[in-house]
């Protein structure tokens, strides 16, 4: 990476922010070859994630309060132990709950300066995982629970007819989502907007319960 920063013209040009795209896209094709169990696919595609991060370090490492790449593995192999105490440390952790709870109880600890649920929830991530993201996060102050409510009514309904309404399993529910879609299409209207709409009151609302 220090050699091609010296040596590429096109590399010495790049910054953070130009980098950005190409992080994503490295990043969408790495979720693509998990998804499609191509081993050899996601061998090649952690590689170039990977010089992805190699390409920040080595740009930072340049700038004005610079850091590296040995700075990046130290911080997160210190990272790493702190939110492990059942493996470092002297916790126990006997299930995957608990696990969670040492976690969370480690970064709440390291964060200490946030002051809603909502610090440090990326508003760039794709309006799906965020809306899924800030849900779990309503949990926390009661928000949401009208939409659990929803969802109850609409499976005591099923009950009472017997006749499904709600997806039965994960691909019933990409088939329901996928259909949504394709009824936004149909009217005119923009799914991913619409969505990420809803997503912005949702935040407001987990804000004003704060």
């Given at each position: 990476?220090?050699?091609?920063?010296?040596?590429?013209?096109?590399?010495?040009?790049?910054?953070?922010?130009?980098?950005?795209?190409?992080?994503?896209?490295?990043s969408a094709e790495l979720v693509d070859a998990v998804e499609r169990g191509d081993r050899a696919e996601m061998r090649e595609?952690?590689?170039?994630?990977?010089?992805?991060?190699?390409?920040?370090?080595?740009?930072?490492?340049?700038?004005?309060?610079?850091?590296?790449?040995?700075?990046?593995?130290?911080?997160?192999?210190?990272?790493?132990?702190?939110?492990?105490?059942?493996?470092?440390?002297?916790?126990?952790?006997?299930?995957?709950?608990?696990?969670?709870?040492?976690?969370?109880?480690?970064?709440?600890?390291?964060?200490?300066?946030?002051?809603?649920?909502?610090?440090?929830?990326?508003?760039?991530?794709?309006?799906?995982?965020?809306?899924?993201?800030?849900?779990?996060?309503?949990?926390?102050?009661?928000?949401?629970?009208?939409?659990?409510?929803?969802?109850?009514?609409?499976?005591?309904?099923?009950?009472?007819?017997?006749?499904?309404?709600?997806?039965?399993?994960?691909?019933?529910?990409?088939?329901?989502?996928?259909?949504?879609?394709?009824?936004?299409?149909a009217r005119g209207w923009d799914a991913e907007r619409a969505l990420r709409g809803r997503v912005r009151e949702l935040a407001?609302?987990?804000?004003?319960?704060?």
């Open positions: 990476m220090r050699q091609v920063r010296d040596r590429c013209v096109w590399t010495q040009q790049m910054t953070h922010e130009e980098l950005i795209p190409y992080l994503i896209e490295e595609e952690l590689g170039d994630l990977l010089w992805q991060v190699l390409f920040h370090a080595e740009l930072a490492s340049r700038a004005d309060d610079p850091f590296d790449i040995d700075d990046v593995a130290r911080g997160l192999n210190d990272k790493m132990i702190r939110r492990h105490p059942h493996v470092f440390g002297d916790e126990t952790a006997e299930t995957p709950e608990r696990v969670l709870e040492l976690w969370n109880a480690a970064k709440a600890a390291e964060k200490r300066e946030r002051t809603s649920v909502l610090d440090g929830v990326a508003a760039g991530m794709p309006s799906l995982a965020l809306a899924q993201k800030l849900l779990g996060k309503g949990e926390q102050v009661g928000v949401g629970r009208e939409l659990l409510g929803e969802i109850a009514a609409a499976e005591a309904i099923e009950q009472a007819d017997g006749m499904q309404a709600l997806p039965a399993s994960e691909e019933e529910l990409g088939d329901t989502l996928l259909g949504l879609v394709a009824l936004a299409r407001d609302e987990i804000r004003a319960a704060e």
